[in-house]
């Protein structure tokens, strides 16, 4: 299986702020990683696939970069709705793998 | 708009059988994959395996293969998960997740099947 791996683990950040999130994959996926946030309770919401293809109604102050083994995720300017858990997934190769997440925490 | 409806919780004794229903509507359910996934409590998700409506093929991880079974209802477009030989480490929240894209990534998701396996 593809082992994802993001980083930080968790982050503080306060409203307006621009955050970076990284995601790792242990062999090359090319453009099949896709990202999701999650708030508590809740299940996944889809944000970007195929690295940086936005999904339909999701603000554009989020955008994904990368290729290969290594992806970002930004958020420009960080509303309070954007606060949870965000995973990252690989869509190359079955099964579906997902990293162990990035809490992103208000200031 | 789609939804996916799935029940809100179920204890189990270990050693029982689950089975979770996934409810659509919506969209075309016999034309897009229907995946499984759990989280156990502070992971991330896990995927499962997959059922195609049309055909009813399968596709399991290595992980649950003998323990899972997914089968699915076109009449009531409505898929299920039933996972045998509950152990305390199946206690997790149960999603239902549909790819109507054009990759293996989960657009539309149920709101979770809490199930806690406890003796």
């Known amino acids: 299986d593809i082992q994802m791996t993001q980083s930080p683990s968790s982050l503080s950040a306060s409203v307006g702020d621009r955050v970076t999130i990284t995601c790792r994959a242990s062999?090359?996926?090319?453009?099949?990683l896709n990202w999701y946030l999650q708030r508590p309770g809740k299940a996944p919401k889809l944000l970007i696939h195929?690295?940086?293809s936005l999904q339909s109604g999701v603000p554009s102050r989020f955008s994904g970069t990368g290729y290969g083994t290594n992806f970002t995720l930004t958020v420009s300017s960080l509303q309070p709705e954007d606060f949870g858990t965000y995973y990252c997934?690989?869509?190359?190769?079955?099964?579906?793998?997902f990293g162990q997440g990035t809490k992103l925490e208000i200031k | 708009q789609v939804q996916l409806v799935q029940p809100g919780a179920e204890v189990k004794k270990p050693g029982a059988s689950v089975r979770v229903s996934c409810k659509t509507s919506?969209?075309?359910?016999?034309?897009?994959?229907l995946h499984w996934l759990r989280q156990a409590p502070g992971q991330g998700p896990e995927w499962m395996g997959l059922?195609?409506?049309?055909?009813?093929?399968?596709n399991y991880a290595e992980k649950f293969q003998g323990r899972v079974t997914m089968t699915r209802d076109t009449s009531v477009d409505t898929a299920y998960m039933e996972l045998s030989g509950l152990r305390s480490d199946d206690t997790a929240l149960y999603f239902c997740?549909?790819?109507?894209?054009?990759?293996?990534?989960?657009?539309?998701w149920g709101q979770g099947t809490l199930i806690t396996v406890s003796s």
């Open positions: 059922i195609n409506p049309n055909s009813g093929d399968t």
């Open positions: 062999q090359s996926i090319y453009s099949y």
């Open positions: 195929a690295a940086s």
């Open positions: 997934q690989q869509s190359y190769s079955f099964p579906p793998t």
């Open positions: 997740a549909a790819s109507t894209g054009t990759g293996d990534y989960f657009d539309y």
């Open positions: 919506g969209y075309y359910f016999t034309g897009y994959f």
